[in-house]
């Protein structure tokens, strides 16, 4: 990347302080209201000349999206282009990521890391009442990456992306020891992650869940001139959902949406990350 082109944006403070904010709310009875956050962060230059956007939507208690475009044309030297979208849902987060180099020197960028660590692109934080039969609970939060990364033409590419899901609340004790999922590389390829919290709670207990997604693409080309385009495509992954060892535990959610595990008819929904809004329209009927 050339000095001067836009300054990777790293949020690593940030989940610190996330995480920060979601342990204080454990012991303040959960104060916090529930949202979700998407930032979008794009870049785009030929030869040492750059140009970048950064978008934002929240925090609100909704579904949030950001969308960011980042166009760099300059006569007989060709152009190059990036487009970042973002979604972020109560249970569902996603992210889709498109690049255009024509050059012979350039290069364009989506997202934003720091030592290969991209930084979060859409979160949802959430309150959880644990409800059933007095008494522990036990139930697991499962989450997962899946998409794929692709180049068509010459040049360099670089890509990743991850998920994680931090859960606390007084009452609630992690019995395992959940992983960041996490996919770095530099050629194309499709992904596929799933990992999950082991969870105790007990009734009437509140667990509180902090998700994010990070993701992040570049690609540069030198000569011969020529078109490179790139895909980073989470669009239908970053699913978050339940499953409880036993029927009789109830998840009652501060932001209204159903995290249960869905039946076979509406995975299809899930995936595209509108599960949360179908069930409180269900909910509301």
């Known amino acids: 990347m050339p000095l001067g082109c836009p300054t990777r944006y790293n949020d690593r403070m940030k989940r610190v302080l996330l ?15 529930p949202y979700t956050v998407t930032t979008s962060n794009t870049g ?36 190059s282009e990036a487009r970042m979208e973002g979604w972020a849902n109560y249970g569902a987060l996603r ?15 989506v997202g934003s890391t ?38 068509n033409g010459l040049g360099t590419l670089t890509y990743g992306a991850d998920l994680s899901a931090q859960v606390v609340g007084l009452g609630v004790t992690v019995l395992n020891s959940p992983q960041i999922l996490r996919v770095n590389g530099t050629v194309g390829a499709p992904f596929s992650q799933t990992d999950f919290v082991q969870i105790q709670a007990n009734s009437g207990s ?16 030198i000569a011969p001139a020529g078109v490179t385009t790139a895909t980073l495509d989470i669009s239908n992954t970053g699913a ?3 499953v409880p060892d036993s029927p009789d535990t109830t998840f009652t959610a501060a932001s209204g949406a159903n995290y249960l595990v869905p039946e076979p008819a509406t995975l299809s929904v899930l995936a595209l990350g509108l599960l949360p809004l179908l069930r409180r329209k269900r909910n509301a009927a």
Do not use: C, K
């Open 19 to 33: 995480f920060a904010i979601a342990s204080v709310s454990s012991v303040t009875a959960f104060s916090q209201v």
């Open 44 to 79: 785009a230059w030929l030869g040492s000349s750059p140009t970048g956007q950064f978008v934002q939507d929240g925090p609100a208690n909704r579904l949030t999206h950001a969308v960011s475009f980042s166009n760099m044309t300059i006569g007989g030297a060709g152009s």
């Open 95 to 109: 992210a889709l990521g498109n690049v255009t180099v024509d050059t012979a020197d350039g290069g364009a960028m």
């Open 114 to 151: 720091f030592a290969d660590d991209p930084d979060t692109i859409a979160a949802f934080e959430d309150n959880i009442l644990i409800g059933g039969p007095a008494g522990p609970h036990t139930f697991r939060l499962y989450y997962r990456l899946e998409g794929f990364a692709g180049m």
């Open 206 to 221: 509140t667990m509180n869940v902090l998700a994010a997604m990070g993701a992040f693409m570049m690609v540069s080309r």
């Open 240 to 242: 978050f959902y339940i």
